[in-house]
């Protein structure tokens, strides 16, 4: 039987993950349809998002609905099953709400909830519906290079982790500014506001978790177990985007209770293009170090060969050729594990614990370049 969803917000990244749900072979079901054709695991059903432009012409013949209660109260075959949460941050936590309580699976973008207290009440609710499986869509998690880093760690190629960094350097202010017909020069428009109120202007950097996320996933496969960041001292330049006043970069310095130590970095308003997304991972038996997006040098392993961290006069070196490297996208391999966790009723890759200890090491980490102090991390243990 296929996973029915419900979409609330309908922006591009709904949209490509809809793509995704419907054109992946690796979501596709057992059941088939009258040609003998596998049939995808999920089946989108509804829709909902406040501007007209995106709801007119629904595709896949999704119903379109005039608020979140009543497409998620809609009966009979427009009953969902599970809920993507795709709207802008600022309404994550209380849709994400909506929907457990109503006991539906949620896949929730990127961040979990922009409060500490948020992600305790997301938290709450997941207990209280022990059968929705809430997964947070932290594609990074899912990246290339994290998923080689991951595989090293894993197999114990790198040792104990004790030092890891990673960034992440966007630069979105396409999104937020009209072009100007003439020059091309991204500007704002004649009445001096820029070409819509960007939600990330609401937001420091560091608190899309891009960077944490997959820190925290790499240095848990290769120290035994996943586990938090205990502190932050972090620092911003404070300097903003002058048309949407949203603050431009921000890094900071984690901690965890046993001493590992990581730098993550992030910025959404910088002079670069294509996005740079670089992590390197230290550990007592290897290192891994990634450039991806610089396009300066390849990939390489620093191992030692017989496993031992005295062996430094017979360290090898190996450029990570780009084939040896599985290019699948994100938003296709975290919607298998989304659907995995649902068919197989076992906790989300990057269950509510998982998402709320990257969301709140990132609400954290801008707080402390705020005040220009060190931060201590809650537990959600």
């Known amino acids: 039987m296929s996973i029915k969803v419900a979409f609330i917000g309908f922006g591009p990244r709904a949209a490509g993950i809809l793509a995704q749900m419907m054109m992946s072979q690796e979501l596709l079901g057992y059941e088939v349809d009258e040609d003998g054709d596998r049939l995808p695991i999920f089946e989108p059903i509804s829709l909902f998002d406040p501007s007209q432009d995106r709801t007119k012409q629904p595709p896949f013949g999704m119903a379109?609905?005039?608020s979140v209660d009543a497409m998620l109260d809609a009966g009979g075959d427009l009953a969902p099953d599970a809920v993507v949460v795709a709207s802008p941050p600022t309404f994550h936590a209380d849709q994400v709400m909506m929907a457990l309580e109503r006991g539906l699976h949620v896949f929730s973008e990127v961040p979990m909830a922009l409060e500490l207290n948020d992600i305790q009440r997301i938290?709450?609710?997941c207990k209280a519906a022990p059968n929705a499986r809430y997964m947070l869509g932290e594609n990074y998690e899912y990246h290339p290079d994290v998923r080689y880093a991951s595989a090293l760690a894993r197999d114990g190629k790198l040792g104990e982790i004790f030092y890891a960094e990673m960034e992440y350097m966007h630069d979105i202010r396409y999104r937020w500014y009209r072009p100007n017909s003439d020059s091309g020069i991204f500007s704002p428009g004649s009445d001096g506001k820029p070409k819509h109120t960007p939600w990330y202007s609401g937001m420091n950097p560091m608190m899309y978790a891009h960077s944490i996320g997959p820190v925290l996933k790499i240095i848990g496969l290769a120290n035994g177990g996943r586990k938090p960041f205990t502190s932050v001292n972090a620092r911003g330049n404070q300097k903003v985007d002058p048309i949407t006043k949203a603050m431009n970069f921000t890094v900071g310095l984690f901690e965890?209770?046993?001493?590992t130590i990581a730098r993550c970095a992030?910025?959404?308003?910088i002079i670069r293009k294509p996005a740079r997304r670089c992590l390197n991972v230290y550990g007592n038996l290897g290192s891994f170090e990634a450039h991806e997006g610089a396009g300066i040098v390849p990939?390489?392993?620093f191992l030692s060969p017989s496993k031992s961290f005295n062996d430094f006069n017979n360290t090898s070196i190996k450029k990570v050729p780009k084939e040896e490297i599985k290019r699948v996208g994100g938003n296709e391999n975290e919607l298998v594990d989304w659907s995995r966790?649902?068919?197989?009723?076992?906790?989300?890759a990057i269950n509510e614990i998982h998402a709320a200890e990257q969301c709140a090491a990132g609400i954290c980490a801008a707080r402390s370049a705020q005040e220009r102090?060190?931060?201590?991390?809650?537990?959600y243990r």
């Open 64 to 66: 379109t609905f005039d």
């Open 123 to 125: 938290i709450d609710g």
């Open 256 to 259: 965890m209770d046993d001493g």
């Open 266 to 269: 992030n910025a959404m308003a």
């Open 299 to 301: 990939n390489r392993v």
């Open 341 to 348: 966790a649902i068919l197989d009723k076992k906790p989300a």
């Open 373 to 379: 102090v060190t931060v201590e991390i809650p537990s």
